[in-house]
Each structure stands twice: as C-alpha cells, then as structure tokens.
C-alpha cells in the first residue's frame, strides 16, 4: 500500500484529521530522510557520514577559534552521547584532534587534523554535486520559494520550543 494510500485510509477513519498539514509533515520527514540517505551514499567511499562531514567542515571554518562539541552537536542536531560517538571514531581515524580547553580544563575543543582537512577536501565536490543533484528538479526560483517558506516553518517551531 502506498504512502498517499495510508493517508487517505487514515483520514477516512479520522475525519477530522488535518490531511493537508500531516501529508505536508510526513513528506518533509521522508523527503529528509531520502536526502540523508542520498548525501551518505555520496560520502560512503570516503568511509563518512554526513554528521561526521559536518563535523569536519565546521571545523575546517571554525579553524583558529576553539570549537567544543556541544556547539558542534547543537549545529547537527545530535545528542551528547552521539557526539561523543562521532568524535570518537573521527579521533580513531587521526581526523579530528580533542584537546582539554586552555579557559577551562574541564571543557574540551576541537581541532581537524591535516588528514582530516585532505579528507574533507577529496569529499566536499561530492557532497556538493549530491545537494545540486538533489535541488536540481525543484529550478531556482522554486528553491528560493522552497528556502524561505522552510526557514518559516523551522523560525515557527523553534518558537514553540519549551
């Protein structure tokens, strides 16, 4: 049975059921997923994941300014216990060095390693061509229309945040 199947079957049980809005919802969570998933494929010869090349790149614009893992795991949307996951495998692999902090000891920054930087910049035109192949279909005006009404719709929920 097909996703738009479900749906209808769904709102035909629940009349009052806000079909718009929840189609609306459920392909921006799918459509994520599949963008996740195509960026990841791109990345997989390189042994990455997109979080851990997110890591990566931050840390290559952040170079000369101490960067912490909470700050990172904020800006990727993972969990305390994820990044320190990520960071350990990118440590493992000699890409990402951790250091105590000079401010304060009990806190940790991170800095790329130059293997991490050389890594960084075989998978960037990767990653690049993933996105623009992605967007490709929707045209440039539309991306433009799809940037602002995505930035509404995140600027309203970080609103109802508690």
Same mark, same amino acid.
């Given at each position: 049975?097909?996703?738009? &199947? #479900?749906? @209808? *079957?769904?709102? /035909? /049980?629940?009349?009052?059921?806000? =079909? !718009? $809005?929840?189609?609306?919802? *459920? %392909?921006?969570? *799918?459509?994520?997923? %599949?963008? #996740? @998933?195509?960026?990841? #494929?791109?990345?997989? &010869?390189?042994?990455? @994941? %997109?979080? &851990?090349y997110l890591v990566l790149s931050m840390l290559a614009v952040d170079e000369g300014q101490p960067s912490?893992?909470?700050?990172?795991?904020?800006?990727? !949307?993972?969990? =305390?216990?994820?990044?320190? #996951? $990520?960071? !350990?495998? %990118?440590? /493992? *692999?000699?890409?990402? =060095?951790?250091? /105590?902090?000079?401010? !304060?000891r009990r806190s940790l920054e991170l800095t790329l390693t130059p293997a991490g930087r050389r890594l960084l910049e075989r998978a960037l035109p990767l990653v690049h061509a993933a996105y623009a192949e992605v967007w490709a279909p929707v045209g440039e005006n539309a991306l433009a229309a799809s940037t602002r009404v995505l930035n509404r719709l995140h600027q309203s929920l970080l609103a109802l945040q508690p």
């Amino acid at each position: 049975m097909s996703f738009e &199947q #479900r749906m @209808d *079957r769904y709102c /035909a /049980a629940h009349p009052d059921a806000p =079909r !718009d $809005l929840i189609l609306a919802s *459920r %392909l921006l969570l *799918r459509t994520a997923r %599949l963008l #996740r @998933d195509h960026i990841n #494929r791109s990345l997989a &010869q390189f042994d990455l @994941d %997109l979080n &851990q090349y997110l890591v990566l790149s931050m840390l290559a614009v952040d170079e000369g300014q101490p960067s912490m893992p909470s700050e990172l795991s904020a800006t990727i !949307d993972a969990t =305390r216990t994820q990044m320190t #996951r $990520l960071v !350990d495998g %990118l440590e /493992a *692999r000699s890409l990402v =060095r951790r250091q /105590a902090s000079e401010q !304060d000891r009990r806190s940790l920054e991170l800095t790329l390693t130059p293997a991490g930087r050389r890594l960084l910049e075989r998978a960037l035109p990767l990653v690049h061509a993933a996105y623009a192949e992605v967007w490709a279909p929707v045209g440039e005006n539309a991306l433009a229309a799809s940037t602002r009404v995505l930035n509404r719709l995140h600027q309203s929920l970080l609103a109802l945040q508690p």
